[in-house]
């Protein structure tokens, strides 16, 4: 951590000014947002930066959905987000089951080929790749590829995407 030797005082609101210099060094202008956080003890300023999530998630699960020829959700701990399905059905807003509610309150990766599940409401024979996305130690929701078959390449890809949302997310 580089220290700047320079030193401010709390006012009786609790404010503090952050010194030009720093500003300037790292372009925080006026009316910036920052991020306030706290990590080992310490508070942790960063300039707020607004994700994009109404594009690039939808983006990024539509074409690997394209790219594995696959049926992709990506869900919160209650309902589909956003929903690649290869008949074109839009599966966003449906509540998922208390079934992948479930395995998704566990934690765990659970991969399973040629199996019945309930996704929605109905009871379905499919193969399929349930991941929680986990961030800052909180679960998020998950990422599902569901279909009539999956191969290693599949799994490699969805494990891929689970990081790479993780990272974005958080």
Do not use: A
């Not at 690649?84 to 991969?111: A, G, P």
């Not at 909180?138 to 590829?145: A, E």
């Amino acid at each position: 951590m580089i220290k700047s030797g320079i030193t401010r005082r709390i006012d009786e609101l609790g404010r503090i000014v952050i010194p030009k210099e720093i500003r300037k060094n790292l372009k925080i202008r006026d009316s910036d947002e920052m991020e306030i956080s706290i990590h080992d003890g310490k508070i942790i300023l960063n300039k707020y930066e607004e994700k994009d999530l109404d594009i690039v998630i939808p983006l990024f699960i539509k074409n690997l959905g394209k790219f594995l020829n696959k049926n992709v959700l990506f869900t919160s701990k209650e309902r589909v987000l956003v929903s690649y399905n290869k008949d074109k059905r839009d599966l966003q807003n449906n509540e998922i089951s208390d079934d992948v509610k479930d395995i998704i309150d566990h934690r765990q990766i659970i991969k399973k080929h040629d199996s019945e599940i309930c996704l929605f409401n109905e009871i379905e024979k499919l193969s399929y790749i349930i991941s929680p996305i986990i961030i800052h130690g909180d679960l998020y929701g998950s990422i599902i590829l569901y279909d009539n078959s999956f191969e290693k390449r599949d799994e490699e890809y969805l494990s891929f995407s689970k990081m790479f949302l993780e990272n974005y997310l958080e």
